[in-house]
């Protein structure tokens, strides 16, 4: 799966981009303000439907324009996918997948899985459950197909939950069906992300054992409420203090991934920089499990990596993304230091394709190296 051509048109401060991307590695550098994240955030929307950066689509839309356009093409087994989205700033969005319109954000992400890597990663750590329960589900949403749905009815079996739980009266007869059903998908849901956490926990541990100040570093799975406690017993010994507090306390919906060292939270422990190598592994890690059950790769979307890493684990990262099969952007000001973090791995892929951002133009660098003599 790799996204072999980009266009985008009014989309925040780009001038309108056409580029035909490397399906390995895409280096994109350029000076502060010059529009690499933007780049990266118009790939994120063909993905998520969405911008990882900002929910406001209003701040997509270049100043003064109506209307953004992005345009991929997506290659997906030989076959070329178009996936397109446009959006008005009346609030009106189209947007097509294969030439026929798509409403689910599900079906892009299936069609274009990406990681992103940024600042904002960190949260991983600093952040709360949300984060990590959103990190967890990312692989199980690929990995079990029947995760999504399973979620969705939790969910909307929870909200009548909780609006019952807000009544003055509680009728036990109304409350039992949902409690059952209820607890039948909580049961589920704890099954599917048990599964792909250990998947998880396997390659993470792999991968931080390569460092030798980071072996005590370990991942907890925490289903959402007590490992030793049924549901369904659960919902019925808390019904009262869930009552008054007008909504159901433990779940699915509380579940974490916990990063600790021995039984402290990282977080706490460990200097910014080891931080920083054991937010990669997590997001690494995910990929590689991806990779290794779905049988092919996602995007890696990597912004300003030097300002996150130093030079030697830059090297170390450009080398753990190259055991996977996986189309990478990484952005930065100065691309030789993002040439050299492939290059001292010895992972520079031919393929490699640099483009220079100025001012929001576009410029693809040595486009001769990709050209086949006559
Ligand atoms: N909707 C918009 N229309 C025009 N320019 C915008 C819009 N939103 C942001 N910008 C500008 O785009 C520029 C590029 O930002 P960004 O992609 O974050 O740069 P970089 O990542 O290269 O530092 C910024 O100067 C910002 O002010
Ligand atoms: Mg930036």
Request: glycine fraction near 6%; proline fraction near 3%.
């Amino acid at each position: 799966m790799t996204l072999r051509r980009l266009s985008a048109t009014s989309f925040r401060n780009l001038q309108a981009v056409d580029i035909e991307l490397s399906p390995q590695l895409n280096i994109i550098y350029g000076d502060n303000g010059s529009g690499k994240t933007s780049l990266l955030e118009s790939i994120s929307i063909l993905s998520l439907g969405r911008s990882f950066r900002s929910r406001k689509y209003k701040h997509m839309i270049q100043h003064e324009a109506e209307d953004y356009t992005v345009f991929g093409q997506v290659e997906c087994g030989g076959t070329a996918i178009p996936v397109g989205i446009n959006r008005h700033r009346n609030g009106q969005a189209v947007i097509k997948m294969g030439g026929k319109n798509c409403s689910s954000a599900a079906q892009l992400a299936e069609t274009l899985p990406i990681r992103i890597m940024n600042g904002h990663s960190f949260q991983l750590l600093e952040g709360g459950p949300v984060e990590r329960r959103k990190y967890i589900d990312w692989l199980v949403f690929h990995v079990e197909h029947e995760f999504y749905q399973a979620w969705r009815s939790y969910e909307k079996c929870l909200k009548q939950r909780n609006s019952l739980l807000r009544r003055d009266k509680i009728d036990p007869l109304l409350m039992a069906p949902w409690d059952r059903e209820i607890a039948l998908l909580a049961n589920r849901l704890d099954h599917f992300r048990h599964s792909s956490f250990r998947l998880l926990e396997t390659v993470f541990k792999q991968l931080i054992s390569e460092f030798e100040g980071l072996k005590g570093v370990r991942l907890s799975y925490y289903r959402g409420w007590d490992k030793d406690t049924d549901y369904s017993d659960l919902l019925l010994q808390h019904l009262d203090r869930d009552r008054e507090l007008g909504y159901t306390r433990q779940g699915p919906h509380r579940a974490d991934i916990r990063v600790l060292v021995e039984k402290q939270p990282a977080v706490e422990l460990l200097s910014r920089g080891q931080q920083k190598i054991v937010v990669s592994a997590l997001l690494i890690a995910q990929g590689m499990v991806f990779y290794e059950t779905r049988k092919r790769g996602c995007l890696y979307l990597i912004d300003d990596l030097p300002a996150e890493l130093d030079a030697r684990f830059r090297s170390q990262l450009a080398e753990w993304l190259s055991r996977m099969e996986t189309q990478i952007f990484v952005t930065g000001v100065e691309k030789n230091i993002l040439l050299d973090a492939w290059r001292t791995a010895g992972k520079l892929p031919d393929s490699h394709r640099v483009f220079h951002v100025k001012h929001g133009a576009i410029q693809q660098e040595g486009a001769e190296i990709n050209t086949v003599p006559l």
